[in-house]
């Protein structure tokens, strides 16, 4: 996937870390940290620091979803109702007719005739509060409140947490970042231990805080959101889930997002005096297997 290289973060047999990662210049940068360094030590107990990189898991989606669309469309233009049009469809009909003229068209009401339902793991609370701003999908969250993120419960405490690629140039921003990172769960767990609610000792940890939510949207609710959250200037760690999100969708619906993508993909930038002032020729699915995308140097250098 583009935006993070594969196994950006792999733990070998003798408890160290290996992060494999990529530099402004976009050269891959490799280091190790050691076991020790990713553990917190609080009251004789061991809390395992695992960083993680966000993925994206469709769960579930509308069936027949092309043909349900392309039967909702045809009958815009038929004297017979979509309950007569949708039986005597196949894909390849559906494809054809969403593909050549209703999307080209932007007739994109034909698209909420559908559902996907993704299940969002292991971003950061920094991302899941941007991704709630898209109105027109249903979320379900982890709680802070009646889950605890160290996870002090069991047997071996972990806390999962997100690293921003700036902090990942170099071996010494990485142990930096997680040097803070640890200070903020002492803080928490000593909060929990004098006797404060876990929702008030929430308030010590960070928005690198991992977290996993499920997403329900409709493919025009989803084309919408990839047009903003896959441009260069969306947050790093948003491209990247909305990104496997499109790529997902493309499996069930290629009618509906071979084209899908930053608004410069298709059309022209929105952004005026704020734009990149590099604009991706096609959509996300055309540079899928890319090993480098025409934004990436602007996601992982310093902005």
């Not at 996937?1 to 792999?10: A, F, G």
């Not at 039986?87 to 050549?100: C, I």
């Not at 969002?120 to 991302?127: D, L, M, P, V, Y």
Request: aromatic share 10%; hydrophobic share 35%; net charge neutral.
């Amino acid at each position: 996937m583009r935006k993070e290289l594969p196994r950006t973060y792999s733990f070998n047999s003798d408890g160290n870390l290996e992060v494999k990662a990529r530099n402004p210049q976009m050269d891959v940068v490799r280091f190790n940290i050691e076991e020790e360094a990713l553990v917190l030590e609080i009251d004789n107990r061991e809390i395992q620091l695992v960083p993680t990189t966000g993925r994206v898991v469709l769960i579930a989606s509308s069936p027949n979803m092309e043909n349900v669309m392309a039967a909702a469309g045809k009958s815009c233009y038929s004297r017979f109702p979509a309950s007569e049009v949708y039986p005597n469809l196949t894909t390849d009909q559906s494809r054809e007719f969403l593909g050549e003229r209703i999307i080209p068209s932007r007739h994109y009401s034909v698209a909420e005739h559908g559902i996907f339902t993704f299940s969002i793991e292991g971003i950061s609370r920094a991302c899941s509060h941007q991704l709630v701003r898209h109105r027109h999908a249903s979320y379900s969250q982890q709680s802070q409140r009646y889950t605890n993120p160290v996870a002090e419960k069991l047997k071996r405490p972990f806390f999962n947490f997100v690293v921003p690629p700036s902090f990942r140039y170099s071996e010494s921003d990485f142990r930096d970042y997680v040097d803070k990172i640890k200070g903020d769960l002492r803080f928490y767990i000593k909060a929990i231990k004098e006797g404060h609610a876990e929702e008030d000792a929430r308030m010590f940890l960070p928005n690198a805080a991992a977290t996993n939510v499920t997403v329900s949207m409709n493919p025009r609710a989803l084309l919408e959101f990839a047009s903003k959250r896959t441009c260069a200037l969306a947050q790093w760690e948003f491209d990247m889930v909305a990104t496997q999100m499109v790529l997902l969708a493309y499996k069930e619906a290629p009618s509906i997002f071979e084209s899908a993508g930053p608004e410069c993909s298709r059309d022209k930038c929105l952004e005026g005096k704020r734009s990149c002032g590099n604009p991706v020729k096609d959509g996300i699915v055309a540079h899928a297997n890319d090993e480098i995308y025409p934004h990436d140097h602007l996601i992982f250098g310093m902005k």
